[in-house]
């Protein structure tokens, strides 16, 4: 069995690092940079950066702050937000990071998987959805649907069958990401976290809703997911990673130790 991953998430606006509520009321907690370092010292396995008001805002993605995240840390290296093409891609990648996720551009233009696919190879192809619980319809049987910009606007497509699409054109992994319980602390969106995971033959990561390490602990193990995001339990001091997956492994799980 695979070592599951540790994943600090730094959701970056306006160049510091920022943490809300179901994507609402974000206060600045710190420099990217410095945070990706620290985390990377501490064991993370990879680290996701994201531009959250790049797409939103209809700009690019700032590759000053890319670059200089690549230059500390060494382990891979994720980066979302504001990518709408194959050279903002490239310019990412050119940046540092291993890998690139498209959320918003992917919903508009699903090609971009695909093109980024064949250009980069599919390892580097991040499918990032954010998705919000509905009630089911013809139009969205799983009663979970899409959404974009960050959160802001509703897409009527059904993300299972956007899961899959995604993996069919080539996406190498799926960052899945529950608004409902995002920030909140109440633990991972669990049913839809196995949904996702056991329809698909890509590696998904569970983000959303973390609040001690119990949560992580479900999420790897009944949701099925191959990685969880941390943000808020580890930005504020709650745990550390090591103590994450020291914790993690007492308790059965199979992660990756860099210590």
Known sequence: MLSKRIIPCLDVRDGKTT?????????????????????YLQGADEIVFYDITASS???????????????????????????RTLNDMRQVLLAGAEKVSVNSAAVKNPQII??????????????????????????????????????????????????????DMGAGEICLNSIDAD???????LVLTA??????????IASGGAGNIDHLQEAL??????????????HYGTYSIKEIKDTLALKGVKVRKNW
């Not at 920030?183 to 969106?189: A, I, R, V």
């Not at 949904?195 to 590696?203: F, H, Q, R």
Request: hydrophobic share 40%.
């Open 221 to 234: 193990t009944r949701g099925r997911a191959d990685a969880a995001l941390v943000a808020s339990i580890i």
């Open 114 to 167: 695909s093109q980024g696919a064949r250009s980069f190879g599919s390892q580097c192809i991040v499918l990032g959805m954010d998705v919000k619980k509905v009630q089911a319809t013809p139009d969205i049987p799983s009663g979970y649907e899409i959404v974009i910009h960050g959160g802001r606007a509703c897409t009527g497509m059904d993300a299972l069958e956007w899961a899959r699409q995604g993996e």
């Open 183 to 189: 920030g909140t602390q109440n633990g991972y969106e």
């Open 195 to 204: 949904l996702i995971s056991s329809n698909v033959n890509i590696p998904v």
């Open 57 to 83: 805002d209809h700009r690019d993605i700032m590759i000053d702050v890319v670059r200089r995240v690549a230059e500390t840390i060494f382990i891979p290296f994720s980066v979302g937000g504001g990518i």
């Open 19 to 39: 943490k809300g509520i179901k994507f609402k009321e974000n206060i600045d907690i710190g420099d990217p940079v410095e945070m990706a370092h620290h985390y």
